[in-house]
């Protein structure tokens, strides 16, 4: 009681997300209530720990919230019987609370945590760490904590993160690193992806070649970031040598589920059928309509890696394969994937095809339909609830089952209309695999974009639901897949900081959350991870830099991500610095300049330095005319001095050719030529190759003659997406007439993603020097 009137007696302010004292109050993902009292623990020797309860579940934290605090601390924090309310640390047991919320009251004498559950003594836990963290310089002997009130609680049950095991497989290791990172942000749901085409990462007993041969892939890993060719990787040949990949053990497994559980996430598995199985066709190709000899894929693949609806010998081995999976996992749910099944062998399958009129199924897509009813039964049978991806509605969704909502919000939206569970994790929002910044300046890891501000920005109950229907979407999570992401530096910058704003979603009630608020709480936690050598992308506080040319000159402004930057620029290629001129209007560029940029707060550096080189060449402006060939685009966009950006939707500087060609370029007056550059977007999946040869003819007196021929350019007969620039040595003078003749690849090459179909090409400045 004492306590009691001693709290209330303190002059209090509930503070709003615009004062400065909160600002300075820097949790992430950020708590529903904060009230700043003008007090501050202090850590030191003297501090003890006092469970206050006889409650079980509460008690049962003890061992792990020591152990943390006295990380922080240096040296163990004892445990204590009883309250003295001198600088102790009290839990006690609230039992009005919800499940994972806490009281967190921070005084002068001691830290007292209120809670009704396990999970809200670990999440006030977290929130001190981060008070510590960003309050205190490191390895200092004096820790304070400053004086507050703090009322807390998520706004949704299922706060996820999905990662990507079987593409690049982590260490035990490095996997609880990962659950060390989702506890700091109140996350509670670690979903592994532990089958797919290039891999079968669990250990399966009844079925042991899962492991002997569908755990294991030729290594055609690329670890170069300039270079993104997953999806055009070659095939394993007779003879290779699977020496790529693994599988975690139960034991492993066992290990990971008990670290889990004391940080109070769950783990879910997910074995990923019937499409995605090319790992386990290769292991058992009986399972398969062909029945054909495969191998693991070694990148992207949709060649034989459907399981067979119409065998029962499918479903046998599916069943062994869920009661293992089952028996091992502790949550209640077990995911089946049911995503991009590829259903072009079943349609061409005799057996399927009796078996679809046997069963009065009308297509392929009520056959996908049956195969997912018999996989929830059989999770179902194994006492588990079935989750899949939003695919498994097509056809009719099965009874019981929770629906992850990849594609967008439709399929979410459709399954809370029928009263199903929905965890909503539309990939604009929620991939982080995705680049995360300006494409042409970020690491050639992504395939997409969705950058902090899009994760941040997303609400995660669509407003087409009512509120009623709105309960059923129980939460969110982000997915981070690992095609490219060969190495743990790679996995850390691809998900910090978008885990922060993906976390604040999951926790964070939709009507506290504020864009600029969230970027001041972001940035200490960043400078923490640069102090602790963690890689981390630091695109949000880099400027985006645009440009248009007109043929004679280059105009070049700014845009942010962030709220009033000051962005400061060169354009001599030195560093920018506190020196250099801030950017406050269009910057014109009329002679070959290199800029740099970077954003800055007060005399800090936030982000990275951007560099690039605007070439005005000699071709600048000149005339372009189409000889032979084909193109819908302007021509002149060739010599504009416009650059292209890489696979920057609506970017119209890139100039299309859909076959060969050959084009005439006309100088404004006669020059001495000695190079010509040509830049070609590459994005070979989707057939857009590199040029593979360029020839060029000047008009000497009237006639056209061969002065340069690069020959076929073997690297860009590779798979990948990025940008390439081919130069050639062509040296004439007194020349104001070029003529210059441009071979596609053809034909694409049997062993790549699109053989047999047709190439095209686009281009973007003809540079000539």
């Excluded at 809370?416 to 680049?435: E, G, I, R, S, T």
């Excluded at 939709?510 to 695109?539: C, T, Y």
């Excluded at 248009?548 to 560093?575: A, H, Q």
Aim: aromatic share 10%; hydrophobic share 35%.
């Amino acid at each position: 009681m004492n306590k009691l009137i001693l709290l209330i007696g303190l002059t209090v302010l509930w503070v709003s997300c615009h004062t400065n004292r909160e600002k300075q109050i820097k949790i992430i993902p950020k708590p529903l209530k904060v009230v700043d009292i003008s007090s501050a623990f202090v850590l030191n020797k003297n501090t003890n720990i006092v469970f206050n309860t006889d409650n079980e579940e509460l008690l049962n934290c003890s061992v792990y919230f020591q152990k943390e605090l006295s990380k922080i601390a240096g040296s163990i924090i004892p445990m204590a019987e009883a309250i003295n309310y001198e600088n102790q640390i009290i839990i006690e047991h609230k039992p009005e609370l919800k499940s994972d919320a806490y009281n967190l009251e921070i005084t002068n004498n001691n830290i007292s945590i209120y809670s009704s559950s396990y999970g809200g003594v670990v999440y006030a836990l977290q929130s001190l760490k981060q008070l510590i963290a960003t309050n205190n310089e490191e390895n200092t002997t004096r820790i304070t904590i400053p004086g507050l009130l703090i009322e807390d609680e998520p706004a949704f049950v299922w706060r996820g993160f999905m990662l990507d095991v079987v593409r690049h497989m982590q260490t035990v290791d490095q996997l609880k690193q990962v659950l060390d990172y989702m506890v700091e942000l109140k996350l509670n749901v670690f979903h592994m992806h532990l089958s797919d085409d290039q891999g079968f990462r669990m250990e399966i007993e009844s079925y042991p070649k899962l492991n002997e041969i569908g755990s294991w892939r030729v290594d055609y890993n690329t670890t170069d970031e300039n270079v993104n060719s997953y999806w055009g990787r070659p095939e394993q040949k007779k003879g290779d040598k699977a020496t790529y990949g693994g599988y975690y053990t139960k034991s492993e497994l066992k290990e990971l589920i008990a670290y889990a559980h004391e940080r109070n996430i769950q783990i879910l598995p997910e074995i990923d059928v019937p499409g995605h199985s090319r790992a386990i066709i290769a292991s058992y190709p009986e399972l398969s309509c062909s029945k054909n000899k495969t191998y693991v894929a070694t990148g992207w693949s949709r060649l034989n890696n459907t399981l067979c609806p119409s065998n029962e010998a499918t479903y046998q081995m599916m069943s062994s394969v869920i009661k293992e999976v089952a028996e091992l996992f502790p949550m209640e749910y077990i995911h089946i994937g049911g995503d991009e099944c590829y259903r072009h062998y079943w349609e061409k399958h005799d057996q399927c095809n009796d078996f679809m009129k046997s069963n009065s199924l009308k297509d392929t897509r009520e056959l996908q339909s049956y195969f997912i009813h018999k996989m929830e039964e059989l999770v179902r049978a194994n006492g588990k609830k079935m989750m899949g991806w939003d695919e498994v509605l097509d056809g009719g969704l099965a009874p019981n089952t929770t629906v992850m909502s990849w594609r967008g919000e439709k399929g979410g939206i459709k399954a809370a209309q029928m009263n199903h569970d929905v965890v909503m994790c539309p990939f604009k929002y929620h991939y982080l695999d995705f680049k995360q910044g300006q494409s042409s300046y970020e690491p050639n890891l992504g395939y997409g974009q969705s950058l902090l501000s899009d994760v941040y920005a997303y609400s995660v109950i669509p407003n087409e639901l009512s509120k009623e229907q709105g309960k059923y979407i129980i939460g969110t999570q982000a997915n981070l897949w690992t095609e490219s992401v060969s190495d743990w530096g790679k996995l850390t910058y691809m998900a910090f900081p978008r885990l922060f704003a993906a976390a604040e979603n999951a926790w964070t009630q939709q009507r506290n959350k504020n864009w600029d608020d969230f970027v001041d709480r972001l940035i200490p936690h960043m400078e923490l991870m640069d102090k602790k050598g963690i890689r981390h992308a630091k695109s949000v506080f880099n400027p985006w830099v645009h440009h248009k040319g007109n043929g004679k000159r280059i105009e070049v402004w700014f845009t942010s991500e962030i709220s009033d930057p000051v962005i400061r620029y060169t354009l001599d290629g030195s560093e920018p610095n506190m020196q250099s001129p801030m950017y406050t209007d269009t910057i014109e560029i009329n002679k070959t300049a290199t800029l740099k940029a970077a954003i800055f707060d007060k005399d800090k550096r936030m982000g990275d330095v951007l560099n690039q080189v605007f070439q005005i060449h000699q071709a600048a402006g000149a005339e372009v005319r189409l000889i032979e060939g084909e193109t819908n685009n302007n021509l002149q966009s060739l010599t504009d001095l416009s650059y292209g950006e890489f696979l920057q939707s609506g970017d119209t500087s890139w100039v299309a050719f859909h076959g060969d060609c050959l084009i005439e370029v006309k100088l404004p007056e006669p020059k001495n030529i000695n190079t010509i550059t040509l830049r070609s977007l590459r994005h070979t999946l989707h057939g857009l190759y590199a040029i593979a040869r360029f020839e060029v003819f000047a008009d000497i007196n009237g006639e056209y003659i061969k002065i340069g021929d690069t020959g076929d350019i073997a690297e860009n007969y590779t798979q990948g997406r990025n940008i390439k620039t081919n130069s050639l040595a062509c040296q004439a003078k007194n020349i104001q007439n070029i003529r210059i003749k441009i071979y596609k690849v053809d034909p694409i090459p049997e062993t790549h993603a699109g053989a047999g179909k047709v190439s095209h090409m686009k281009i973007d400045e003809l540079q000539i020097f």
